[in-house]
């Protein structure tokens, strides 16, 4: 690039891959932005943003926090089945496939319609549902 990025560049490449699920390139932009610039505010904000998240998480998606529940409480490498009467959204199914691909087990979905099975990173429905 003829200009080094910024810090607000690495931010927002950092949060975009957060959304997208690129996780190794989320770690990396921030890194950087740690590197360029480590301010008390930016901390601060940064605090703020994750406690946000965290409210979100827990209240708004309660499938994933099942999934991660059955995750800690089920022996290593069993699949994880959670049911729910109600549709997936689609941040609960890209969140889910994420997990995953991250914890490498079958994780098993049953919405309203139909099952949801999640496997290294990818679903049976093809994302199509």
């Known amino acids: 690039m003829p200009v080094e990025p910024s810090v607000d560049v690495w ?4 949060n975009f891959s957060r959304v997208h699920g690129d996780v190794e390139l ?5 890194e950087l932005v740690e590197k360029l610039d480590a301010t008390s505010t930016r901390e601060w904000r940064n605090e703020r ?5 965290k409210q979100e998480w827990t209240f708004g998606y309660k499938e994933e926090v099942a999934v991660v529940r059955k995750l800690i409480d089920s022996r290593p490498r069993s699949s994880v089945t959670v ?3 109600f549709r997936i959204c689609p941040n609960c199914h890209d969140a889910l ?3 995953s691909e991250i914890t490498g087990r079958q994780l098993i979905k049953r919405d309203s319609k139909k099952f949801h099975i999640f496997g290294k990173g990818l679903c049976s429905c ?3 549902w």
Not at 26 to 30: E, M
């Open 97 to 99: 496939k994420l997990m």
């Open 126 to 128: 093809n994302d199509r």
């Open 11 to 14: 931010e927002t490449l950092m």
């Open 83 to 85: 049911l729910s009467n």
């Open 26 to 30: 989320g770690d990396r932009c921030a």
């Open 49 to 53: 943003v994750e406690k946000e998240n």
